[in-house]
């Protein structure tokens, strides 16, 4: 025991005497940690608008009053080039869009926001689309940024001599960066986002269900709707799945209990009814009460969480209320599940805004 002791005090000198000399070596030299709090620069402005109660301008001042995360990338192009390593400064799209009160047409399809396109323009007009539910619902471990600072992560080992020459950025950001760290490459990333619109998709709403709140009903059918094609679902050949322990809780009703399901695999489900279905398409779910919910194919087909997403058949061991449901699991929030589906609409591109 003694002896242990006295190994103890040693070491814990020895650990003191390191971080002193660590602090000393920082003070020194007067290297700087990266993760440290920074401020946009000026006349950084950001504005939202489209389906909202008003438009909503910010500018540096009310940026800079948001929590910013840092968050570390490794950067691969669309042709799969590698586009190097960073460390970025910015704002989670999640907090602003807490602050934004969405506001429909009185004479919408579907009176929430989870079937709304959110696109994102650039000061060039560049344009990136992502689904409403991609940007709230989901869960925070690897949010989509708008980056008000960039700096490089270079191998430790490079010199003056022999500097570090495989990151594609050496500048910073100009203005607002979107960056989407879920994503398999930079193909939806942006250079400064000047604004942020919230809109409807266009489809043909006189095939789908209208929307009944509070209307119990079941589905005995689904069908998939192609531009003018209509066909029923076909599970067929379809990629069994199942989850366990899946942690529920709803955006307005809170903890709903932890359970399981069954099912078959979303990405599975689409390619079968959807020849050609891949990651430009959005797909658009309907309840036979008309509730809906949008999901882009970059979600589905190229991210993790789009890995178990399903089309689920049976749960907690008994069939699925209202028929057949799309369950994204990983979700933070349970509320793009969609009970007594009756239509997936495809939907080829989401257009550009004019």
């Known amino acids: 025991m003694i002896a242990a002791a006295i190994i103890a005090i040693i070491s814990f000198g020895y650990a003191c005497s390191s971080y002193k000399n660590y602090y000393k070596i920082m003070a020194v030299t007067g290297a700087t940690p990266l993760a440290v709090k920074q401020d946009l620069k000026k006349d950084v402005s950001l504005e ?24 570390r990338t490794m950067e691969v192009a669309s042709d799969g080039k590698f586009e190097g390593t960073y460390r970025y400064t910015g704002i989670p799209v999640l907090h602003i869009l807490e602050g934004i009160a969405p506001e429909k047409p009185e004479d919408a399809a579907f009176d929430r926001p989870l079937d709304m396109v959110v696109t994102f323009i650039s000061s060039s007009g560049k344009q990136s689309h992502f689904s409403y539910g991609e940007l709230t619902m989901t869960d925070d471990t690897r949010p ?56 409807d998709v266009n489809v043909d709403n006189s095939i ?22 209509i066909l029923p679902l076909n599970l067929q050949g379809t990629d069994p799945v199942s989850a366990e322990n899946w942690l529920r809780t709803g955006h307005g009703q809170g903890y709903k209990g932890i359970s399981s399901a069954k099912g078959f695999n979303l990405r599975s489900v689409l390619r079968k009814n959807f020849p050609g279905a891949g990651e430009s398409n959005y797909f658009l779910f309907v309840a036979c009460d008309g509730y809906r919910s949008l999901f882009s194919g970059r979600e589905i087909f190229s991210t993790d969480a789009g890995k178990d997403m399903m089309i689920m058949t049976e749960f907690e061991g008994s069939l699925a209320r209202g028929g057949m449901s799309i369950a994204p699991v990983r979700d933070y929030y349970v509320d793009r599940e969609i009970w007594g589906l009756t239509h997936i609409v495809m939907i080829d591109k989401v257009d550009d805004i004019k």
């Open 208 to 229: 789908l269900p209208e929307m009944l709140a509070g209307f119990k009903c079941y589905a005995h059918s689904v069908n998939t709707v192609y531009k003018k094609r």
């Open 48 to 71: 939202v608008s489209g389906n909202t109660k008003r438009v909503y301008k910010f500018d540096e001042d009310s940026l800079n009053a948001f929590a910013s995360v840092y968050l």
């Open 144 to 199: 989509v940024i708008l980056a008000y600072s960039r700096k490089e992560l270079v191998a430790t080992k490079a010199t003056a001599e022999k500097p570090y020459t495989l990151n594609k950025h050496k500048d910073d950001v100009t203005g607002l960066r979107l960056v989407c760290p879920g994503d398999k490459d930079t193909g939806r990333y942006l250079d400064d986002v000047k604004k942020i619109v919230l809109r």
